[in-house]
């Protein structure tokens, strides 16, 4: 029997496990542990185990499809290509918009990033991380200088105060939620704040509910408490950062007394007490934050309220503090440092500096030059141009995404992609979103292809080719390299493999400048920065200095604000959205695996038992769910473990869509949207209704 063990990365979440998929005659069919990774050690919860399920489904793309008369016809590569660059010619740059993918791996993403801003010559390009953290990049960078996760995974465990706002961590990060089971049996004290009584929030010392969208407000009642008791670190804020005085103008106001917090937030003035005490007084306290955060039309203000209270209590550049954002997708971070951002090449260098904008045309050689040097559209933007101004964008190239289900207000979405002249989906099966394409490319999946990804601690690890794809499938870079043959540039896409790519990466982007192959093959990687082949890589951001470039940290001065949309007569309830444990982001890969799907066939909205007695709704009853964007008929589930006025849905599920109903309002810089608090009604359905 021909059996082999492939070490790869998981395609899940953004914690970055590592694991073996079994191959027997050349197909992957399990997966099996891989003791050595530090960050995972052999463990995996249950996506990663059973994340070899889809590889093979009979519904993986397998050929080149065109769209004739409104139906999907087999193609052949050159055929696609041909149609493909034909139409993209046609088109002025500004006219053709770009999603990469926060699934897919750095060098693609680099690839697409290079294709879109070289071959195109297009300012439009973003991925899914505005969808997810947007937020955390602005608020942090402003901050700190730096808009990622400031420590490590496994550092999470020293930490004696861990501080959980806004993520179900032990659903949604598994194997982080380890790390601070490992704190808390250190002697931490667990804080998590969440509307929902979630397995995280079960695990507390204290749990405070809270309603949706007065994070703001929590954490500026919680810095006057600290500040009243003189806790801060005086010595931190005097030496480390500046704008302290305007901060404590703003959180020492009335306003944000406990009694006042304890109104807006519903959390008891006693239990915010405790919080600040416990978190001030920890020797070293951290906070995890995900979408609960970021996901706001406050997002950015959210953000930049951790990274204020940290700096208060000098909980940075040091072992068990930081600010933890958890990054959702599997290389968020990385399609980010990639530069598939509509703003920024990679490493973060700005599109509109000079120097930078002239560092890549000169790096990549494009006799006609590259984009200009202006910022693009954000993917929430691109749908707002699509839907309103028919005709500015009027060519979409999307890869490994699909804003049919994950992106809010998903009418308008559908509006606007319909408004497309032409389109063209990448992705390893028929998604909802390439469902309305022209010309749909099959791509490998993880377990296909070489490559890099980076997950939310900044560690960059290897993918290995585990089995070759199916049919006629190709890897990402490959097709970018072939289309941009077709469109006369073949020289500026040499590429014979992904370690070609990555070699250029590394070449033009500083904080990845130390990193090769040789370097990242071993189980522990390494985290940027890392900027020279002798630096060791950075597990810890701000030891001793920040990133800006006077070394020093910003207090921002942050006003509570309400959500876009709260509760009325008409909408009498707070709806908030959200991942389970089963399921993955759009369920694309997670819904064609029989062990996940088994599990959570569908989707649901999460109620109150009063709520539901007021509604005169069963437990597993059929509802429709109505907002002022449309409506949803799903199953309740009636429970103590979500506040009386919340509701929750998850969002992975087509056939009771949790974004036909969420908000496309946006945070005024990020431009994310507030996926986690809208207002909505529900119903009972009627016999016959
Ligand atoms: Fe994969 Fe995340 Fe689960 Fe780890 S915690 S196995 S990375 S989904």
Known sequence: MDINYVQTTCPYCGTGCSFNLVVKDKKVIGVAPYHRSPVNEGKLCPKGNYAHEFINSPDRLTTPLIKKNGKFEPATWDEAYDLIAKKFKSYKPDEMACLASARVSNEENYAMMKFARGVLKTRHIDHCARLCHASTVAGLAASFGSGAMTNSIGDIAQSKCVFVLGSNTFEQHPLIGRRIVQAHENGAKLIVADPRFTPTAKQADLYMAFVSGSDVAI??????????????????????????????????????????????????????????????????ACICYSMGITQHTVGVDNVKSTANIQMLTGNLGKAGGGVNALRGQNNVQGACDMGALPVVFTGYQKVIDEAAHKKFSDAWGFPDGICEAKNGYEVTTMMDVLADKPGELKAMYIMGENPMISDPDLHHVEKALKTLDFLVVQDIFMTETAELADVVLPAACYAERDGTQTSTERRVQMWRVAQAPPGEAKVDWQIFCELAAKMGYAKQFPWKSAEDI???????????????????????????????????GSPILHIGRFSHPDGIGVFTPI???????????????????????????????????????????????????????????????????????????????????????????????????ANVLTNNALDPVAKIPEFKACSVKVEKIKEGK
């Open 219 to 284: 954490l500026n009642g919680m810095m006057q408490e600290i500040i009243r008791n003189g806790w801060e670190d005086k010595e931190f804020i005097k030496t480390r950062t500046k704008d302290y005085e305007k901060l404590k103008e703003v959180v020492m106001k009335d306003a944000y007394s406990l009694e006042n917090v304890s109104k807006i937030s519903k959390i008891p003035v006693a239990q915010l007490k405790t919080a600040a005490e416990w978190f001030a007084k920890a020797e070293s």
């Open 502 to 536: 990555f070699t250029e990466i590394a070449k033009v982007t500083p904080s990845y400048g130390g990193m090769n192959y040789a370097r990242l093959n071993r189980p522990e990687a390494l985290h940027w920065p890392c900027p020279t082949v002798e630096h060791p």
């Open 559 to 657: 006003e509570w604000k309400p959500p876009a949309e709260v509760p009325d007569a008409e909408y009498p309830y707070v709806l908030t959205t959200g991942r389970c444990l089963w399921h993955w982001h759009t369920g694309t890969m997670t819904r064609r695996s029989d062990s996940l799907e088994r599990e959570e066939p569908t989707g649901w909205i999460e109620m109150n038992p009063e709520d539901a007695k007021a509604l005169d709704i069963k437990d597993h009853e059929m509802v429709r769910a109505m907002t002022r964007r449309g409506q949803v008929n799903v199953p309740a589930r009636v429970t103590k473990d979500i506040m009386k006025g919340v509701m929750f849905m998850p969002f992975h599920f087509k056939e009771c869509a």
